[in-house]
């Protein structure tokens, strides 16, 4: 008990830096999975659909060319009459990253086992110099 007590800053070191090394997972566990080039690549070989689960506002400043809006809330009535054929690989995307992860959960309750939200949703597009539509 005599060690800790002479010792405490090394103890307070050692949880800090323990901390420290976990951010950079915490920060990636909510971001999706699917890089915006393989979401190209998805497109073009796999006939992907693209859904964008960001609201209309948000969806009219820019948004991937042929991607469908259903805001998050609207994705378990909406997205079987859009999306019929569960086989096709689905791809979620959001501003960022998180609502796209959340709606990929939900999806995939509703069958769609193809389904991705993609890593850094919309910017992560736009930093890739991939195209963006304006509606």
Not at 59 to 71: D, E, F, L, R, S
Request: aromatic share 6%.
């Amino acid at each position: 008990m005599n060690f800790f007590v002479e010792n405490w800053y090394l103890i307070l070191l050692a949880v800090v830096s323990g901390g420290l090394l976990l951010v950079p997972t915490l920060k990636s566990a909510g971001a999706g999975s699917l890089q915006p080039n393989d979401a190209v690549l998805k497109i073009n070989r796999e006939k992907a659909v693209i859904v964008d689960v960001r609201e209309p506002e948000e969806y009219v400043k820019g948004h991937i060319t042929n991607a469908k809006n259903i805001p998050l809330a609207q994705i378990d009535e909406r997205l079987p009459a859009i999306v019929k054929n569960k086989a096709l690989p689905v791809i979620l995307v959001c501003e960022k990253g998180a609502r796209g992860v959340r709606a990929e959960a939900q999806a995939k309750k509703l069958g769609y086992e193809k389904a991705q939200a993609m890593a850094g949703g919309m910017k992560a597009w736009r930093e890739a110099n991939l195209p963006v539509d304006k509606a």
